[in-house]
């Protein structure tokens, strides 16, 4: 089962991740990571955001 921000994640998407990492840092991050890809900027760790 994938976390809601799972659904939205690149990697996931891409299919370079099963969605079932326990150290990743945004699979159960209180924020939405869909907000975060929109602005390129994460606001539970206050840095910007580089996707390549």
């Known amino acids: ?24 840092l945004c699979r159960r991050c209180p924020r939405s990571f869909g907000k975060c890809i929109i602005t390129k900027y994460c606001s539970e760790t206050e840095s910007i955001l580089i996707f390549d």
């Open 1 to 24: 089962m994938t976390e809601n921000n799972c659904k939205v994640c690149p990697e996931f998407l891409d299919k370079n991740c099963e969605g079932d990492a326990e150290d990743c």
